[in-house]
């Protein structure tokens, strides 16, 4: 079975401040992972993925997430945050192997806010 | 259209009554999932078609929820006798990703229904 976890409920930081939300994930093949963003009343929007390849992948917005195989995590970051990046933040990961199926597992979330 | 669309955006119901939530997928998208998000926690997988067929239906909580999808384009959620318990936004996704196809793309999201069940 796959999972996600996100250790933080909430991240605060200042207006300018770098920002790190933190992802685990665990899956019995390789993984593939995804970081959204839901705004109050809305969808969730992608942000950025990782497939296979360079381990730093930059994504919408200004986001960034690093893979760290090891550790088995996928953090996402970003160098100064913003007012308007305060939303909820979701990990995602969906197991490469066929029988796992297409569908994503999300972390409960980690609410961010960013104050001026 | 531009993107995934859900309808109704909210819906009340009274305990037993059945609903049916209508998603229509980003055109030309192989695949449709429905999630469950309750208040305060992340989206659960409830099922995936890739167009027509249901290939995975695992995350239904009971028999009283129904989905389908037959023209493989627009999908409905279908929950009967609904209870308390029920309350959530559901979520439908979808991708142009699919079995035999490149699993790489990433699911897009509508707005969702947020079902109130009084």
């Known amino acids: 079975a796959q999972s996600v976890a996100q250790p933080e409920d909430q991240v605060n930081v200042a207006e300018g401040n770098p920002l790190t939300v933190k992802c685990t994930y665990s899956v019995s093949g390789n993984p593939y992972l995804f970081w959204y963003v839901q705004y109050p009343n809305r969808g969730l929007q992608f942000l950025l993925k990782?497939?296979?390849?360079?381990?730093l992948v930059k994504g919408s917005y200004g986001f960034e997430a690093e893979f760290n195989k090891s550790q088995t995590s996928f953090h996402l970051k970003k160098p100064s945050a913003l007012v308007s990046d305060s939303a909820l933040y979701f990990c995602a990961v969906r197991d490469i192997l066929k029988a796992a199926g297409n569908k994503l597992t999300f972390g409960g979330g980690t609410r961010v806010l960013v104050k001026p | 259209g531009a993107g995934v669309s859900q309808s109704p955006r909210y819906k009340v119901a009274k305990r037993g009554q059945d609903v049916a939530l209508r998603c229509d997928p980003i055109?030309?998208?192989?695949?449709l999932f429905w999630y469950q998000q309750a208040l305060g926690q992340g989206p659960e997988f409830l099922t995936y078609?890739?167009?027509?067929?249901?290939?995975?239906k695992s995350g239904l909580p009971s028999d009283r929820f129904f989905a389908e999808r037959p023209e493989g384009s627009v999908s409905t959620l279908k929950i009967q006798r609904t209870q308390q318990e029920d309350s959530a936004v559901y979520l439908c996704a979808s991708s142009a990703s699919g079995q035999g196809i490149s699993p790489y793309n990433e699911q897009f999201f509508g707005p969702g229904t947020r079902l109130t069940v009084l």
């Open positions: 055109s030309g998208h192989v695949s």
């Open positions: 078609f890739q167009n027509e067929a249901q290939l995975d």
């Open positions: 990782y497939i296979t390849g360079d381990n």
